[in-house]
């Protein structure tokens, strides 16, 4: 059986400049995204008590998006994965994606970001697969406000990963996985790796010293 090599990156502030989420939750929803939040103060507190990104992830989905057209959506996607391309990516990881595509290495995207712009941003980076927060909509086409499986971060990270790995029949016995993050949420996904990289530095190189 062939060894198989795979590059897992992390998006936010990992591959590109910065956090994407609110922005995006902001262009598309506008100062709606702030009274949405403010009409629910108990869910919010109790969540920030609890410290869960998850739950406080999925009341700014509602607040967010909740009612919004897959068309309308699809186009502020757009348009943000048009900004982040043109001025918004890491010289640094991209030049490191690259370095992995030369090598014929698979290369993924993970990101708690949602996945209507890490995919057409994956797209322009060359990349195999994304795998990325999933929003709801309903049979209208519109978004319920809730996501379409959890989370992608932490431990659903590794999850995801792994499913993408069995769906292409890759045994992970068999295969060097190189993974890079820069937060606790990419925690897992590095742990899981055989190459952790922490980006929150610089990459002091295109080509990593082995």
């Known amino acids: 059986m062939t060894s198989t090599t795979i590059a897992a990156f992390d998006f936010d ?30 869910r919010i507190a109790s969540a920030v008590a609890r410290r869960d990104p998850n739950a406080l992830r ?10 919004v057209t ?18 918004g990516l890491r010289d640094d990881t991209v030049a ?6 030369r090598q014929g290495h698979l290369i993924v995207i993970v990101s708690a970001s949602y996945e209507q712009y890490v995919r057409l941003v994956g797209d322009h980076l060359g990349v195999d697969e994304v795998l ?10 519109r978004c ?13 990270k590794v999850r ?7 769906s292409l029949g890759i045994d992970r016995s068999d295969t060097t996985i190189w993974a890079y993050g820069d ?24 080509a990593p010293s082995l």
Do not use: Q
């Open 58 to 67: 999925a009341l700014a989905s509602e607040a967010a998006l909740r009612g």
């Open 160 to 166: 995801r990963l792994s499913e993408w790995m069995r």
């Open 13 to 42: 502030a990992t591959l590109t400049r910065r956090d994407n989420v609110v922005p995006f939750l902001w262009r598309v929803a506008g100062k709606r995204l702030a009274g949405g939040l403010m009409a629910r103060p108990t």
């Open 183 to 206: 937060s606790k949420g990419d925690r897992a996904m590095l742990e899981f790796s055989d190459y952790p990289i922490w980006v929150a530095d610089p990459l002091d190189s295109v």
């Open 132 to 141: 990325a927060t999933r929003v709801e909509f309903d049979r209208s086409g």
């Open 70 to 87: 897959r068309e309308y959506f699809d186009r502020r996607a757009t348009e943000l994965a048009e900004r982040i391309i043109d001025g």
């Open 144 to 156: 319920t406000g809730g996501l379409s499986g959890a989370n992608c971060r932490a431990e659903e």
């Open 96 to 101: 490191r994606l690259g370095w992995h595509r």
